[in-house]
């Protein structure tokens, strides 16, 4: 019999140790953080108009970490692409960061292609495969990893690399407040909560199960409803969706009425951190929920900054989806479909 509390009685399920790796995330971070003291940004990568970030899947995951924790104090627009081609504004004084774990995403390998025909200024990070190549070739600035602390192998679980590579970049170019402090208080808050957040992922899992998780969150929050809706995708082989605060306030509420058994469990990401109006807006959203008689959960991260929420959520989503897989009695690590889709594009 399963217990979630016991990994001995799951290991069965998950032979990739996908549980081991999302233990890791503070570790990986350490790693990052540690790996960049010794990257330094040329003077010529701080003098750009617009930053692009370009990434599928998981790769991306720090794209979206940044646009939303980083929106109201970076100095140039930022833009996360999911596509094999770059926006048409991109030109020489655009900085187009290509972010693939494997290093081996066809639809970033010819973003790479399209960035050096504009003259963009490339940068970049991966594991390695082509597009480490790429960046050796065609970058002065970027980063390649080891991934030591993600014995899974899978990228989704390696969102250490991904999301605090992303923020180191942006970081070490001078494009926002300097995070160092942040980063190293946030590791130690996220330590000091791990046994928390894993008893309220194992609650949360369990009341998931057998319904749609869809996650409502707001402001700085809103990268990690993108990765959480990822993993349930992936990891818990479950369908999700995410809408954000105030947005979701303008239609979405008009749209729990039908049909009358809709199997969702709303999953509220809040904090001590949102605006005041944002967290008025988060308790009426609940109200309209309630009245709608869709049931919901509400996790607020502990944290004593924004990025440290951030970091404590990435934790939560990584641990909840993980769970929710086992109890579905799924190996977390196996991605069946898309695989199959890959093979067959490759035909």
């Known amino acids: 019999m399963i217990d979630l509390n016991n990994p001995k009685t799951f290991k069965h399920l998950d032979p990739k140790d996908v549980f081991g790796s999302t233990g890791l995330l503070a570790d990986q971070v350490k790693q990052v953080v540690s790996d960049f003291k010794s990257i330094n940004a040329p003077e010529d990568y701080k003098k750009i108009d617009n930053i692009v970030i370009s990434g599928m899947g998981g790769s991306a995951y720090g794209g979206h970490v940044a646009s939303s924790l980083l929106k109201d104090q970076l100095s140039v627009p930022l833009y996360v692409n999911n596509n094999y081609t770059l926006p048409e504004f991109v030109n020489e004084q655009s900085l187009v960061i290509l972010i693939s774990y494997s290093g081996s995403t066809e639809e970033t390998l010819a973003s790479v292609e399209d960035a050096k025909n504009r003259g963009a200024k490339i940068s970049g990070l991966t594991s390695g495969g082509k597009l480490a190549e790429s960046l050796k070739e065609y970058s002065s600035f970027y980063y390649i990893f080891d991934p030591k602390n993600n014995p899974s192998g899978q990228p989704r679980l390696g969102t250490g690399y991904t999301v605090f590579g992303t923020l180191s970049i942006i970081n070490k170019l001078g494009f926002c407040s300097d995070i160092n402090e942040q980063v190293n208080e946030g590791i130690i808050e996220l330590e000091n909560n791990s046994e928390n957040i894993k008893k309220k992922s194992i609650s949360l899992a369990k009341k998931i199960q057998g319904n749609i ?37 303008h239609h979405l509420m008009e749209g729990l009425k039908y049909p009358n058994d809709k199997k969702l469990t709303i999953l509220f990401l809040d904090s001590d951190l949102y605006p005041p109006i944002i967290r008025k ?5 609940q109200d309209v929920v309630s009245k709608n008689n869709i049931p919901f959960e509400t996790y607020s991260p502990s944290g004593s900054s924004k990025l440290s929420q951030v ?7 990584g641990y909840l989806t993980f769970y929710l897989g086992i109890l579905y009695n799924e190996d977390p690590s196996l991605i069946p479909w898309v695989d199959y889709f890959k093979a067959e594009l490759a035909k």
């Open 281 to 285: 807006r988060i308790r009426l959203t």
């Open 213 to 249: 998780p869809v996650i409502f969150t707001a402001d700085f929050l809103e990268g990690n409803s993108h990765i959480i809706r990822n993993q349930f995708n992936e990891t818990s082989k479950s369908f999700s969706s995410f809408s954000p605060v105030p947005e979701l306030n």
């Open 311 to 317: 970091l404590d959520v990435l934790s939560l989503g």
